[in-house]
């Protein structure tokens, strides 16, 4: 239940931040929630956050910040354009699609977890765009929004991405999958925002590096903090016959 209300909050605290802010900031910004999901999973595991999480984690706040400052996009137009929309959808479909039938078939469980991160970061990136649509829908006409695109694009494009996503994680560890999805999900989301809002982000020389240096960061980091993360689980179930056997030991004394 905490589960769901927490998911639920975070959709809307995502809704919000897209009425206020550009797809080109919002969504890198969404990849901070890796720096909190692998360390609260390791505290619930019973085990600290290594030094190596903590580290990847401020290396991925400092890419993030470093990136969304150098794009600083220019505003676009509030209403989405259906024509780029279509367009832009398409295009992330046909990505993901064929990258799901190379995960099906790839014999190497890596190749289908780089396939399967490709596809639901794209798919992430456009749900952020869909996201914003299906606001400004809702907010200028509400009786006609629950029969609207986006708010179906957003439902069918979110539960593919999901089910993508889960998969990635059986197929190989979250050190192939995680850095590919969360490269995939905010340049998807960038190329919604331009296409279809109108959003330019800074193409000047200095923001190009500005913005190279700052992906470069947060792929780093989120490959560090998913080996860690993968790391510390697998000390963590090593260790549970160990404290398993102490306990029954405790229990006959």
Not at 11 to 34: F, I, K, N, R, Y
Not at 87 to 110: D, K, Y
Not at 225 to 240: F, K, N, P, V
Request: hydrophobic share 60%; with cysteine; net charge positive.
């Amino acid at each position: 239940m905490m589960g769901l209300a927490a998911a639920a909050a975070g959709v809307l605290l995502h809704a919000a931040a897209l009425t206020a802010g550009a797809l080109a900031v919002v969504q890198p910004v969404l990849v901070m929630s890796v720096a909190l999901a692998l360390p609260v999973r390791a505290l619930l595991d019973g085990v600290r956050p290594s030094m190596g999480q903590v580290v990847a984690a401020a290396a991925l706040a400092a890419g993030v910040a470093v990136f969304v400052v150098s794009a600083h996009p220019r505003a676009g137009q509030p209403a989405p354009d259906a024509h780029g929309a279509a367009e832009v959808i398409a295009a992330g479909v046909m990505l993901a699609g064929p990258c799901s039938v190379i995960a099906t078939r790839a014999r190497s469980g890596r190749m289908a977890g780089f396939a399967l991160g490709l596809a639901a970061g794209t798919l992430y990136g456009l749900v952020g765009g869909v996201l914003k649509a299906t606001v400004h829908a809702a907010m200028h006409d509400p009786a006609s929004a629950v029969a609207g695109w986006p708010l179906w694009a957003l439902a069918v494009l979110g539960a593919w991405a999901l089910v993508l996503h889960q998969r990635a994680y059986t197929h190989a560890p979250l050190g192939v999958s995680l850095p590919v999805l969360s490269v995939a999900n905010p340049l998807a989301g960038i190329v919604f925002g331009m296409l279809v809002f109108g959003e330019t982000p800074a193409d000047s020389p200095p923001a190009l590096l500005g913005e190279i240096l700052g992906m470069a960061v947060i792929v780093a980091s989120v490959t560090m903090l998913a080996q860690a993360g993968s790391a510390s689980g697998r000390r963590h179930l090593a260790a549970r016959p160990v404290r398993r056997a102490r306990a029954r030991s405790t229990a006959r004394h």
